[in-house]
Each structure stands twice: as structure tokens, then as C-alpha cells.
């Protein structure tokens, strides 16, 4: 069992930075990859970035390619997202998840555990 608690959301301008924290209970912390994904009002959960067990591979949905980057430190049981020049159309809750498999996961579906939400609002 894993619990998830993201923090770091918040209302920021546009162009401005926001970093996500997703602080993960248990010992086995590292031996998931984890994932964020966000969801505006009326809208699909979309993907946004996944990060596998060790850190060593990244990878980050186009809309937010080159403004994003996910980074863990698995001393600490936490995931980051690193948000810079936000963009109106960011805003959302974002969600960390912790998932048992490898590879690319982009699908919800591919995720075992999931956090509460952050609310991110960025203002034009």
C-alpha cells in the first residue's frame, strides 16, 4: 500500500513557476514508477509526465514539453514536477500516482495508487 500527498500547488501569473511535491508513504517507494496527470473542470484526466523507479527515464506529455520536468528523490519518498512558464491553459488539479510497472505509462489506468490533487491556477 502506498499513500500519495501532493503539495505546492497555488495561484500563479502566467509565464510564472510552480514546483509540485508528491511525498509517498512506505518503504518500497523506489521500486515504482510514478506519474502526474491533471484535470481541468468538464475535462479528461491528462497525462503529463512519468518518471520510472530510479529516476534514469523521464518523459513528458507535448503540451508541456521543454516547461515541465519531473525529478525523485527516493531518500526522501517524494516525485516532483517543476512547472515554468505557465500557461492559463495549465490549470488544473494535479495528481501524483504510483504504479508497479515499467515502461511508458500514460494511461490512468496503468497506476495503482493516486494522490488527493493540488490545485494549480495560473491567471493570464
Known amino acids: 500500500q502506498v499513500q500519495l500527498v501532493e503539495s505546492g500547488g497555488g495561484l500563479v501569473q502566467a509565464g510564472g513557476s510552480l514546483r509540485l511535491s508528491c511525498a509517498a508513504s512506505g518503504r518500497t517507494f523506489s521500486t515504482y514508477a510514478m506519474g502526474w496527470f491533471r484535470q481541468a473542470p468538464g475535462k479528461e484526466r491528462e497525462f503529463v509526465g512519468t518518471i520510472n523507479w530510479n529516476g534514469g527515464i523521464t518523459f513528458t506529455a507535448d503540451s508541456v514539453k521543454g516547461r515541465f520536468t519531473i525529478s525523485r528523490d527516493n531518500f526522501k519518498n517524494t516525485v516532483y514536477l517543476q512547472m515554468n512558464n505557465l500557461k492559463p491553459e495549465d490549470t488544473a488539479v494535479y495528481y501524483c500516482?504510483?504504479?508497479?510497472?515499467?515502461?511508458?505509462?500514460?494511461?490512468?489506468?496503468?497506476?495503482?495508487?493516486w494522490g488527493q490533487g493540488t490545485q494549480v491556477t495560473v491567471s493570464s
Open positions: 500516482s504510483a504504479s508497479r510497472k515499467s515502461g511508458t505509462l500514460r494511461d490512468p489506468h496503468e497506476y495503482d495508487y
